[in-house]
């Protein structure tokens, strides 16, 4: 798409093309992602108009390293000031002792093995029945206000079984890459966008500008963009995705009418430079082949959990080179690698390439479609409705007695609205 085009297109959905004083952009001319969009139409031109610049928006990818930001109607992305800040808390990676067995994430998700490299992976929820989420502390120590509303993470994680040119001469090390979405991260009330790197097994002092988790663990952040904490009822207005290239790895994040970008490194070269806060990769784009997708605790190893009732339905798709399903890993294999989790029960995985997702409809002609047109899984995760069984003597509940009661389907109309933001 050239720029006449994307000028043309804006023009009619009546958007307004400004570009001074924002980043400039370049144009792309690849093909477009595996990302799913709504197969609906609608007859609202101001609902067409946005449609029309996710879009546009999607084929402007940011030019350079740094964090970005753009806003409806403006067509171009604005260069914003990154943040710098080191986690509240030492952050910790899988711990497989916490968290309970029907608990997502924490070793216990559903994971997307590709058929080759992947170079962009992105999420979306449909959700059905949530109405509140607290997160939960995995240690007294962790979080020192306790238990906190709408306290959540979203997370892309890579495989953690590959050396990387990050590694060096340490041939025992493996890498391993966050792209993180955190309410409340570093500071009350205000989320960041960033990305995550990690070394294990790394033997001696970790490189400058890397902390130690461990003896044998260096990790480091990416520099931050600043975001609103977005409620967790409102997920479903959200895409994530993470990007990786020789060139660059990058987080993003779309919710309502914006979309922030944050891009850095992917090449370790930058490791070990003396003040270093660009984000100097692990050379993740070499290794990845494995991504885990899902909303969990807070870092710390902490648990979202959500209220009775919630449910979940996780449409994950990938760019790998290759136009084959990938396939789906089950959480009885050991998949996922956060240490963080939810108190959500894993449902069935499907796996496809070029489909209509309808994400765990139970009536396919109340259900308005998601077409993928690359590789992809979609799996659900809830959490049951408990009901009292009443004594039939005594007219009373009977104490102590759950029964699980079947989430309904979602609603007609019910949307999933994946835009591809850039590589």
Not at 117 to 140: M, P, R
Not at 221 to 232: H, M
Request: charged letters at 15%.
């Amino acid at each position: 798409m050239n720029t006449r085009t994307i000028a043309a297109i804006a023009l009619v959905a009546g958007l307004v093309v400004e570009t001074q004083g924002f980043a400039q952009v370049a144009i792309s001319t690849g093909t477009s992602a595996s990302i799913a969009t709504v197969a609906a139409t609608t007859s609202d031109p101001e609902q067409a108009a946005r449609k029309t610049w996710r879009s546009v928006m999607a084929n402007i990818p940011v030019q350079g390293k740094g964090c970005f930001h753009a806003s409806y109607p403006k067509v171009a992305w604005e260069s914003e000031a990154c943040k710098v800040a080191k986690p509240r808390n030492p952050p910790l990676h899988v711990n497989r002792t916490v968290g309970a067995p029907e608990a997502a994430g924490n070793d216990g998700d559903y994971v997307a093995q590709a058929q080759g490299l992947i170079t962009f992976a992105a999420g979306q929820f449909s959700e059905s029945g949530v109405t509140s989420e607290t997160g939960v502390a995995a240690c007294q120590e962790c979080i020192v206000d306790g238990p906190l509303p709408n306290e959540y993470s979203l997370q892309i994680n890579t495989n953690t079984n590959d050396y990387s040119a990050a590694c060096g001469d340490y041939s025992n090390c493996i890498v391993w890459q966050q792209f993180i979405y955190s309410t409340d991260y570093f500071y009350r009330d205000e989320a960041a966008l960033f990305m995550q790197y990690w070394l294990f097994n790394w033997t001696g002092k970790c490189p400058n500008g890397w902390m130690t988790s461990d003896t044998t663990s260096c990790y480091k952040n990416s520099n931050y963009a600043s975001l609103p904490d977005i409620p967790v009822t409102q997920l479903s207005q959200v895409t994530f995705y993470g990007a990786a290239n020789s060139d660059a790895d990058s987080v993003g994040l779309q919710y309502g009418d914006d979309v922030w970008v944050v891009t850095a490194n992917d090449s370790s070269s930058d490791n070990g430079r003396d003040n270093d806060t660009s984000g100097g990769g692990v050379d993740i784009s070499s290794v990845w082949t494995q991504v885990e997708f899902n909303v969990v605790g807070d870092g710390n190893l902490a648990q979202a959990s959500f209220n009775a009732g919630a449910q979940f339905n996780v449409l994950l798709t990938i760019e790998d080179g290759s136009q084959s399903a990938p396939a789906c890993i089950p959480p009885q294999d050991g998949a996922g690698t956060t240490g963080e989790s939810n108190n959500l029960t894993l449902g069935t995985c499907q796996t496809g390439v070029g489909n209509k997702v309808y994400l765990g409809c139970g009536d396919q002609d109340d259900c308005v479609p998601a077409i993928v047109t690359g590789p992809y899984i979609e799996f659900s995760e809830k959490r049951p409705s408990p009901i009292q069984v009443i004594c039939a003597f005594c007219g009373s509940p009977v104490p102590n007695e759950p029964v699980s009661l079947q989430v309904a389907p979602l609603q007609k109309n019910s949307t999933v609205n994946f835009t591809r933001l850039n590589r």
